[in-house]
Each structure stands twice: as structure tokens, then as C-alpha cells.
């Protein structure tokens, strides 16, 4: 690990400042089940990871705002102020953590006054393992704790949200920020999207490992399908709202749309729908599955879920395709699908470890010989949510 204090000095200097600087941590976040549903009322089953990003910070005496990350050491510092919040494209990464400064004074607390802070993630970027939502909760958290904000770790999840949506313009759901917020080490956390109810699974995996395979294929939220995915979801929904009494695709089981999907005029919003529908009930399945140790069980609804994200939400793509299906050939996988917004990004799969190494191995290969270039893989934890770092 990186002397993230000294390069901290190194960049910012170490000049008086309102306060001295201090480290924090915010994990990134996986999926297990529950995908493209968290905006469609439905449930989701993420957790927390050991990997994420860390930052040093120091609150200023004046209004100015300077960022800094070692992953993107080539734009070295880049500055604005607390009284110029405004989305600007030269200003690169630094709009999810200027957008939850924005969200905060925009929800009535008070950020008087400006900070240095630098970054390092962990996380791969454009991995779908959520840098930034991890990003945006870390900021948050930095601000609670520079300007004593009393807020709660639920409201912070809710202000990434906000920012990332009317800030960032990327219409994504509550579960990203919520899981990185609200993590808990060795806990997946199963969220009802609707009303935000939730309770810690514990994951006992026994022999079995997390294991992440990243297409390294990058991928913006912003630039890809997902708000029009979205957008039909809504379009279905209306649809259905003329026969049926919900406010949520989530509210429906299985039955009840197979009895009314003909309200919706499109086939294609009827796939769009119907993933939504039945994934929503998968991930209710799949943590009943944990709960009695049926790990069989657990993987098989993991599988149906890529399944799904492929043919009816149609989110996936060669290169997670390929991941998915190598690694459901290989001795030892329970299951495997595609996690984050899809097009790009990761997969995820439950490996016995005794078989992990020859599954790097052989995923990896088929992964080059088909798409060109190299996958990556990482075994993780499940870890803690967003803490204050007393050694970086």
C-alpha cells in the first residue's frame, strides 16, 4: 500500500488548514443476484468488498475545492469551489465527488467551506464493481465527518443517489451507494428497493470462493443502455397500471404477469418486464437458498439470472458471455452470471477453492483465445462498510 499521507503532502503542500488531514475508506460493492431490478422496486442482494477506495482529507479556510487521485495521475489537480457546483466535462471524475458536495448543500446541510482530498481505488475502473458509488459515499462520508453532519449512513446512500442522477445525469438505482453505505463484513445485504427494508444474510460459502472476472472491457453507465432500459421498464409499467393496481414492477410474482403481460403493447418491453419480474422473485428465492445452506440451489438461480439478463434484458454481450459460459464448464462452479449495469464489466461466480487456480487458468485462456485480450480475476472478501482509517 501506497504512504497515501505523504503523497497527500506532496500534492497539497503542508500549509495550515482549517484541520489536519485524516484517511478513510469505502468499500466497492458486488451483486450477487438481483440485477436491473433495484430501479424497478424489486430486490437485490449485494455486499460490500475489501477492496475499494481510500482518501486523505483536510478541511480548508476558504471556499476552494481541490481533487486529486492516483488513479488518474495525468489530470493532476483539479480544482473548483464550493460556491461553483456545476457538471463540467473537463472536470473528468471529479463530478461524482463535486455532485455529492452539490447534494448535500442542496438537501439544506451545511458545507461552508472547501478541502483538499485525494484519492486511490482499488477497484478496477469500468469494472462494474461500483468506483463510483464507492467514490460518492466516501465523499460523503468525509463531509460527515470534516463538517460534523449529522446524517445517517441510509440518508448518505440516498445523497449519492441523488447526485448521481441529478448531478451525473445517470438514472441508476438506490443499491450501489446502499450496499457500499451499509456493508458489513462477511454479510450480503437483501434490500427491497421499494420501501428500503432490509436485513443482513449471513454468506457461509464453506469451501467455496467469490471469484470476479472482469471482461476489461470499460464501460460508462452514462454511455451505455441503461437509461433506456429504464425507460422501457417505466413504459411497461405504465402499461400494466391500466389493469392492474401496483406502483412497482417488484410487486408482481410470476403468476400475476404471465396473466397480464399482454397489456404491454411492445415485445420488447414485455422481455424488458418480464426479467424484472422474475429476477425480483430469483433473488427472493436465492436468499432462502442461503439461509438453508443450498448452495446448489443459490448457483443455479445465478446462472438463470445471466440467462435472463441476456435473452430479455439483453444487457450482457460477447465478452461477459464468454466469461459466463467458460465458467460454468469448469469443474467445482455453482453458478455464475454477470454483475453491475452489464455491457462490459464483470461476472461473478462461486468456485470451490480447491479448483480456483485451475479456473483462473482455464477461463482466463478461453476468455483470449475468443475475445482477444486478457481477462482479469480477483478472489474477495466480503468486508465493512465506510470507516475513518487510523494507519493508511
Same mark, same amino acid.
Given at each position: 500500500?501506497?504512504?497515501?499521507?505523504?503523497?497527500?503532502?506532496?500534492?497539497?503542500?503542508?500549509?495550515?488548514?482549517?484541520?489536519?488531514?485524516?484517511?478513510?475508506?469505502?468499500?466497492?460493492?458486488?451483486?450477487?443476484?438481483?440485477?436491473?431490478?433495484?430501479?424497478?422496486?424489486?430486490?437485490?442482494?449485494?455486499?460490500?468488498?475489501?477492496?475499494?477506495?481510500?482518501?486523505?482529507?483536510?478541511?480548508?479556510?476558504?471556499?476552494?475545492?481541490?481533487?486529486?487521485?492516483?488513479?488518474?495521475?495525468?489530470?493532476?489537480?483539479?480544482?473548483?469551489?464550493?460556491?461553483?457546483?456545476?457538471?463540467?466535462? +473537463?472536470?473528468?471524475?471529479? #463530478?461524482?465527488?463535486?455532485?455529492? &458536495?452539490?447534494? %448535500?448543500?442542496? =438537501?439544506?446541510?451545511?458545507?461552508? *467551506?472547501?478541502?483538499?482530498?485525494?484519492?486511490?481505488?482499488?477497484?478496477?475502473?469500468?469494472?462494474?464493481?461500483?468506483?463510483?458509488?464507492?467514490?460518492?459515499?466516501?465523499?460523503?462520508?468525509?463531509?460527515?465527518?470534516?463538517?460534523?453532519?449529522?446524517?445517517?449512513?441510509?440518508?448518505?446512500?440516498?445523497?449519492?443517489?441523488?447526485?448521481?442522477?441529478?448531478?451525473?445525469?445517470?438514472?441508476?438505482?438506490?443499491?450501489?451507494?446502499?450496499?457500499?453505505?451499509?456493508?458489513?463484513?462477511?454479510?450480503?445485504?437483501?434490500?427491497?428497493?421499494?420501501?428500503?427494508?432490509? +436485513?443482513?444474510?449471513?454468506? #457461509?460459502?464453506?469451501?467455496?470462493? &467469490?471469484?470476479? %472476472?472482469?471482461? =476489461?472491457?470499460?464501460?460508462?453507465? *452514462?454511455?451505455?443502455?441503461?437509461?433506456?432500459?429504464?425507460?422501457?421498464?417505466?413504459?411497461?409499467?405504465?402499461?400494466?397500471?391500466?389493469?392492474?393496481?401496483?406502483?412497482?414492477?417488484?410487486?408482481?410474482?410470476?403468476?400475476?404477469?404471465?396473466?397480464?403481460?399482454?397489456?404491454?403493447?411492445?415485445?420488447?418491453?414485455?422481455?424488458?418486464?418480464?426479467?424484472?419480474?422474475?429476477?425480483?422473485?430469483?433473488?427472493?428465492?436465492?436468499?432462502?437458498?442461503?439461509?438453508?445452506?443450498?448452495?446448489?440451489?443459490?448457483?443455479?438461480?445465478?446462472?438463470?439470472?445471466?440467462?435472463?439478463?441476456?435473452?430479455?434484458?439483453?444487457?450482457?454481450?460477447?465478452?461477459?458471455?464468454?466469461?459466463?459460459?467458460?465458467?460454468?464448464?469448469?469443474?467445482?462452479?455453482?453458478?455464475?452470471?454477470?454483475?453491475?449495469?452489464?455491457?462490459?464489466?464483470?461476472?461473478?461466480?462461486?468456485?470451490?477453492?480447491?479448483?480456483?487456480?485451475?479456473?483462473?487458468?482455464?477461463?482466463?485462456?478461453?476468455?483470449?483465445?475468443?475475445?482477444?485480450?486478457?481477462?482479469?480475476?480477483?478472489?474477495?472478501?466480503?468486508?465493512?462498510?465506510?470507516?475513518?482509517?487510523?494507519?493508511?
Amino acid at each position: 500500500m501506497y504512504d497515501l499521507l505523504k503523497k497527500f503532502y506532496e500534492v497539497f503542500g503542508t500549509c495550515e488548514q482549517e484541520t489536519e488531514a485524516r484517511k478513510y475508506f469505502a468499500p466497492g460493492r458486488v451483486n450477487l443476484i438481483g440485477e436491473h431490478t433495484d430501479y424497478n422496486g424489486g430486490h437485490v442482494f449485494p455486499c460490500a468488498l475489501t477492496i475499494g477506495t481510500f482518501a486523505v482529507a483536510r478541511k480548508r479556510r476558504d471556499t476552494a475545492l481541490r481533487f486529486y487521485s492516483m488513479n488518474f495521475e495525468q489530470f493532476g489537480v483539479i480544482e473548483s469551489s464550493v460556491e461553483d457546483l456545476v457538471f463540467r466535462e +473537463e472536470d473528468e471524475w471529479t #463530478n461524482y465527488p463535486k455532485g455529492v &458536495i452539490w447534494a %448535500m448543500k442542496k =438537501n439544506g446541510y451545511e458545507i461552508d *467551506s472547501g478541502m483538499d482530498i485525494l484519492y486511490y481505488g482499488t477497484i478496477p475502473n469500468g469494472s462494474g464493481l461500483s468506483s463510483s458509488a464507492s467514490i460518492e459515499v466516501l465523499t460523503g462520508f468525509v463531509l460527515k465527518d470534516l463538517f460534523h453532519v449529522e446524517i445517517s449512513m441510509t440518508e448518505l446512500a440516498l445523497l449519492g443517489q441523488f447526485a448521481e442522477n441529478n448531478f451525473n445525469g445517470v438514472n441508476c438505482g438506490i443499491m450501489d451507494q446502499f450496499a457500499i453505505a451499509m456493508g458489513k463484513k462477511d454479510r450480503a445485504i437483501f434490500l427491497n428497493t421499494a420501501d428500503l427494508s432490509y +436485513e443482513y444474510a449471513p454468506v #457461509n460459502l464453506g469451501h467455496q470462493k &467469490i471469484v470476479i %472476472m472482469n471482461t =476489461n472491457k470499460k464501460r460508462g453507465l *452514462s454511455d451505455s443502455k441503461y437509461n433506456e432500459r429504464r425507460k422501457e421498464c417505466e413504459e411497461a409499467l405504465s402499461e400494466l397500471k391500466a389493469v392492474l393496481d401496483i406502483n412497482t414492477l417488484g410487486e408482481l410474482s410470476k403468476e400475476e404477469f404471465e396473466q397480464y403481460k399482454d397489456a404491454i403493447q411492445s415485445e420488447v418491453r414485455k422481455k424488458r418486464a418480464r426479467h424484472a419480474v422474475y429476477e425480483n422473485q430469483r433473488t427472493i428465492e436465492a436468499v432462502e437458498a442461503l439461509k438453508s445452506n443450498n448452495l446448489i440451489l443459490f448457483g443455479k438461480l445465478m446462472t438463470e439470472s445471466h440467462l435472463s439478463l441476456k435473452e430479455d434484458y439483453e444487457v450482457t454481450g460477447i465478452e461477459l458471455d464468454t466469461l459466463v459460459e467458460e465458467a460454468l464448464k469448469q469443474k467445482g462452479v455453482l453458478g455464475a452470471r454477470m454483475t453491475g449495469a452489464g455491457f462490459g464489466g464483470c461476472a461473478v461466480s462461486i468456485v470451490d477453492d480447491n479448483e480456483v487456480e485451475r479456473f483462473v487458468k482455464q477461463v482466463g485462456e478461453a476468455y483470449k483465445k475468443r475475445i482477444g485480450y486478457d481477462a482479469d480475476f480477483y478472489v474477495v472478501e466480503i468486508g465493512d462498510g465506510p470507516c475513518i482509517l487510523e494507519e493508511v
